[in-house]
């Protein structure tokens, strides 16, 4: 057993015993990032919300090239291997689907047909009502004061009960050691082992130093994100001016990421 999961049983067991999750989680921040504790250390020029959210205008994103460097950025800066031959290993923070695949519930067999071959970003959605952390039997996975959905590796058990509650196919589980299959690998952001859970994380370590999610720098323009209850953020110019959709919207999750189509 890797020296982490032994800890994280001896700290759980300590929880177990009525600590609470508070203690748990500072003790694994205490063990740096190169422990993979995950621990988000906010800095001064930390940006701050309510709920982060993120509006994608998809009409400036017509084609899988347009796609292609945002997809990239994310990948290289949260170090997800790309060196897929398996289907199952396949890892997933920021993809793309098309319009039948990624809003299963507003299809229609006449849909315009540039918005039918539009390819759609897809990621988590940081949902306000997350389902996924209700099913997590050792809140490895749980909400911000922020909005953001995390994940907390090292405790991570790999039951992938999150999994199967996503309505939204948001989160990826690593089968087999991802590390080999890193093309770069980034020191800044903790690489993954085998038998846990990933997914989006609206980039929480570049917020906390004041920077915006990697997605929206390399986007162009195309991404908007911001507070979605301060009304003068840009996100909420971008819902007033704009009809925008979300995905899966009657299972009542309240999505954070919307779609101007
Ligand atoms: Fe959880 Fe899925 Fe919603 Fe993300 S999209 S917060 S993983 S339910």
Redesign the pocket.
């Known amino acids: 057993m890797k020296n982490s999961r032994r800890r994280f049983l001896q700290i759980a067991g300590v929880s177990a015993l009525g600590l609470g999750a508070k203690p748990v989680l500072d003790a694994f921040a205490s063990e740096g990032a190169a422990g993979a504790g995950y621990h988000v250390a906010k800095g001064e020029d930390a940006l701050s919300a309510k709920q982060w959210a993120m509006v994608i205008d998809t009409r400036k994103l017509q084609t899988a090239e347009d796609l292609e460097p945002i997809i990239d950025a994310c990948n290289k800066i949260h170090n997800i291997p790309t060196a897929i031959e398996n289907k199952n290993h396949e890892i997933k923070w920021i993809w793309d689907a098309h319009y039948h695949n990624a809003f299963t519930d507003k299809t229609n067999n006449f849909l315009d047909e540039e918005v039918e071959h539009r390819p759609f970003l897809l990621?988590?959605?940081?949902?306000e009502n997350?389902?996924?952390?209700r099913a997590c039997p050792t809140q490895a996975?749980f909400?911000n004061d922020n909005g953001i959905?995390m994940m907390d590796f090292h405790r991570c058990i790999g039951c992938r009960f999150?999994?199967a509650?996503?309505?939204?196919?948001?989160?990826s589980f690593n089968f087999r050691d991802p590390r080999p299959f890193i093309e770069e690998n980034n020191k800044e952001f903790p690489t993954r082992m085998k038998g846990v859970v990933e997914?989006?994380n609206f980039c929480a370590e570049r917020l906390a130093v004041g920077k915006l999610p990697a997605c929206v720098e390399a986007s162009n323009g195309a991404i908007a994100f911001g507070d979605l209850y301060d009304e003068h953020s840009e996100v909420r110019e971008l819902l007033k001016e704009n009809y925008t959709i979300r995905?899966k919207q009657t299972l009542g999750?309240e999505?954070?990421?919307y779609y101007i189509v």
């Open positions: 990621l988590c959605n940081h949902c997350p389902p996924c952390v996975t909400k959905v999150c999994m509650a996503c309505p939204f196919g948001a989160r997914k989006c995905r999750t999505p954070s990421v």
